[in-house]
């Protein structure tokens, strides 16, 4: 089917692990983009991308980093994980025009909980 | 400042009646969009309705309208004919012009849908 796909869907880390959370896209849209969610929060952007090889920061990017070396897929780094990051992650791509009301997508979100 | 505020943490309504929730931005953007997501307890974001600031009309989408006061900057979700279902927290969203097309997020009301 088409469109976000997240993983891994449930992660628990350790103080000071590190992962990379996976995103990737089948829609050949430009524009992806992190966020996050804390509990009871709305959705805070990390990270985004305008296109491959192209990323740049957010509002929260701290504790982060971004690759995009394709159209597809966008992974998140997190390094030296500490329990601010836990969280809920959502990946998201537009296509970045009008039509279809830009057509935001976002995966099905990455519960992450560092302990 | 707050770009996108919602100011009801909590929202209870009886099945069957409408309800409305509140949504003001703030943006000095003459193009901008606004969007209205659902968040079940489930997790995924479903896209709901969008609203173009150059658009004469409110949106509708079934049961869903948006109703846009340009002049007053909000973007009031209108659900007409409540279900149970429709218990979940709801995001009001913005893209500004020339933004990358990032949304930004209201921190949400959650909406109770009692029998």
């Known amino acids: 089917n088409a469109g976000v796909t997240q993983t891994p869907k449930f992660r628990i880390l350790k103080i000071g692990q590190s992962m990379t959370l996976q995103c990737a896209q089948d829609?050949?849209?430009?524009?992806m983009y992190w966020y996050r969610q804390d509990p009871g929060m709305g959705l805070k952007l990390i990270y985004y991308?305008?296109?491959?090889?192209?990323?740049d920061k957010g509002e929260v990017p701290n504790g982060y980093n971004v690759s995009r070396s394709t159209t597809e897929d966008f992974p998140l780094r997190l390094e030296l994980a500490a329990p601010s990051q836990t969280s809920v992650y959502f990946c998201a791509s537009s296509t970045g025009t009008a039509i279809s009301n830009y057509g935001y997508t976002f995966g099905s979100g990455t519960r992450l909980t560092v302990v | 400042a707050q770009k996108i505020t919602q100011t009801q943490p909590g929202m209870f309504v009886q099945e069957k009646e409408a309800v409305t929730l509140d949504c003001t931005y703030d943006?000095?953007?003459?193009?901008?969009?606004l969007f209205w997501y659902k968040q079940p307890s489930s997790g995924e974001m479903i896209f709901l309705i969008y609203?173009?600031?150059?658009?004469?009309q409110n949106a509708t989408e079934g049961r869903y309208s948006l109703n846009f006061q340009k002049a007053r900057k909000s973007a009031n979700l209108v659900i007409s004919a409540s279900q149970l279902g429709d218990s979940a927290m709801y995001f009001c969203?913005?893209?500004?012009?020339?933004?990358?097309?990032?949304?930004?997020f209201g921190k949400g009301t959650l909406l109770t849908v009692n029998p």
């Open positions: 943006t000095s953007d003459q193009s901008y969009g």
């Open positions: 609203q173009g600031s150059y658009d004469e």
């Open positions: 991308s305008v296109g491959a090889g192209i990323t």
């Open positions: 829609m050949n849209h430009n524009y």
């Open positions: 969203a913005m893209r500004e012009g020339g933004s990358n097309y990032k949304l930004t």
